[in-house]
C-alpha cells in the first residue's frame, strides 16, 4: 500500500505562485509513477501532470503548459508541482495519485488540497 498526503495548497491571487508537495509513506517511492489530478466545483477530475518513476519524461496538460512544473526527489519520497502564473481557472482541488512502474493506472490517491486563486 501507498498513502500519499498533499500540501501546499491555499489561497492566492491570479498571477501569483504555489507549490504542491505530495509526501508518501509505504512501499519504496521510486517504483512508482506519479501524476497530479484537479477536479473544480460541478466538473469532472482532470489530468494535470506526470512524471515517470525515474522523473523522465513528464507530461502536461495543454492548460498548463509552461506554467505548471512537476518534479520529485526521491530521497524524500515527495513529488512536486510548482504553480506559476495562476490563473482562476486553475481553483480546484488537487489530488496526487501513484501507479506502479510496470502499469499505467493510478491506483493510489491522497485525499486532495485545496487550491483557490483570486481574480
Known amino acids: 500500500q501507498v498513502q500519499l498526503v498533499e500540501s501546499g495548497g491555499g489561497l492566492v491571487q491570479a498571477g501569483g505562485s504555489l507549490r504542491l508537495s505530495c509526501g508518501t509513506s509505504?512501499?519504496?517511492?521510486?517504483?512508482?509513477?506519479m501524476g497530479w489530478f484537479r477536479q473544480a466545483p460541478g466538473k469532472e477530475r482532470e489530468f494535470v501532470a506526470s512524471i515517470s518513476w525515474t522523473g523522465f519524461p513528464t507530461s502536461y496538460a495543454d492548460s498548463v503548459k509552461g506554467r505548471f512544473t512537476i518534479s520529485r526527489d526521491n530521497t524524500k519520497n515527495t513529488v512536486y508541482l510548482q504553480m506559476n502564473n495562476l490563473k482562476p481557472e486553475d481553483t480546484a482541488v488537487y489530488y496526487c495519485?501513484?501507479?506502479?512502474?510496470?502499469?499505467?493506472?493510478?491506483?493510489?490517491w491522497g485525499q486532495g488540497t485545496q487550491v483557490t486563486v483570486s481574480s
Open positions: 495519485a501513484a501507479h506502479d512502474r510496470s502499469s499505467t493506472q493510478y491506483d493510489y
Open positions: 509505504g512501499r519504496s517511492f521510486s517504483r512508482y509513477g
